[in-house]
């Protein structure tokens, strides 16, 4: 009963992974998404410099 018991656990923990993974590549290719789109359309200053989207 035990070697099933853990075998099921197992299978519990790696599922849980698997999907824990696939959702962070979502969230990796939706961010790279948006600082794309950011980067291209990115505004231009009244002195006709290009300036940065983003603060840091």
Known sequence: MVPILLVL????I???AGF?????WWIAIAVLVIWLLGFLLRSTSSSGTRSRWYRW
């Open 20 to 24: 824990a993974v696939e959702v962070l």
């Open 9 to 12: 656990l197992l299978v519990l």
């Open 14 to 16: 790696l599922f849980g």
